[in-house]
């Protein structure tokens, strides 16, 4: 009867800790650089979205920027027509390549050329945040419109949504996307982040940030730094043709588990 007894506590303790686990599965696609103009870049991108939706379980896939090579509306547009063939929800981040309001491709016109191609894309704003069961995730916008550079600069707007998000959101595990690394992997002053202090000394304020996830420098990153995760990811566009599969594990009582496998595109 003991042993009935034990064998049964440990079988109700396997059950609840699945009962207070969370897991998601999402991908991540970085530095895409499409161009209508170039063949090869089309080719990548509809054999990434092939590529993709053989994928079982994809919550959703994210583009961390430098979606299109230059701001330029038709490429947006073609760009925006082909990933509307994913099976799972997609979300964007703008990056350096893909705005220039001088040109024409503001923020403002870059999201309301998407809405208008794919009425499931409700973003009005370039900073927002949504959810996914237990997981919340935000986009923090660090582009330049005026003067686009490839030096990444979060202003104090964007800084203050994700202390407003994180602060009313403070009981859900986060996951921010942004196109420019804070920790970077490699040094680079011609593609750091201005005043990246101050924005990882409003993350020390909170404590629900599990991992910011970026592209911009074309390469496979990943370093914790105070209690944080941070993934950078390479171009798609570049060879080998990448993107980043990543899952993500909580189990009450126990530390998130962040798992990434890059998976590479054939491409004919």
């Known amino acids: 009867m003991k042993k009935l007894f034990i064998y049964l506590l440990f079988i109700f303790s396997i059950f609840s800790q699945m009962a207070f686990a969370s897991d998601i599965k999402f991908v991540q696609v970085t530095d895409v650089h499409y161009s209508r103009n170039n063949e090869y870049s089309e080719k990548v991108l509809k054999a990434t979205v092939e590529d993709i939706n053989q994928i079982e379980g994809v919550s959703f896939v994210i583009f961390t920027g430098d979606n299109i090579n230059r701001p330029n509306p038709e490429d947006l547009i073609k760009f925006t027509n082909i990933i509307n063939k994913l099976k799972a929800p997609y979300y964007i981040v703008i990056g ?18 998407i809405r208008a191609n794919n009425i499931l894309f409700r973003q009005k704003t370039p900073d927002y945040y949504f959810r996914k069961g237990d997981f919340g995730f935000i986009i923090a916008d660090g582009a330049k419109e005026i003067i686009p550079g490839a030096n990444g600069y ?17 009981k859900q595990k986060i996951v921010i996307f942004q ?19 101050e924005y990882i000394k409003l993350l020390g304020k909170h404590s629900n940030v599990i991992a910011i996830i970026s592209g911009h420098y074309h390469t ?7 209690g944080i995760y941070h993934i950078s990811s ?11 599969i990543i899952d993500i594990n909580i189990t009450k009582g126990f530390s998130p588990m962040i798992y990434t496998q890059l998976r590479e595109v054939a491409v004919e």
């Open 96 to 113: 350096n390549h893909d705005v220039f309001k001088s040109n024409g491709l503001s923020k403002d016109r870059y999201l309301e050329i």
């Open 179 to 197: 196109h420019f690394p804070l920790v970077a992997p490699f040094e680079s002053k011609s593609h750091n982040t201005y005043k990246a202090d």
């Open 154 to 170: 979060f202003k104090e707007s964007t800084l203050k949504f994700v202390d407003k998000q994180l602060s009313k959101h403070k």
């Open 234 to 244: 390479p171009s798609l566009l570049k060879l080998p043709h990448q993107y980043k």
């Open 220 to 226: 496979n990153g990943e370093k914790m730094q105070d």
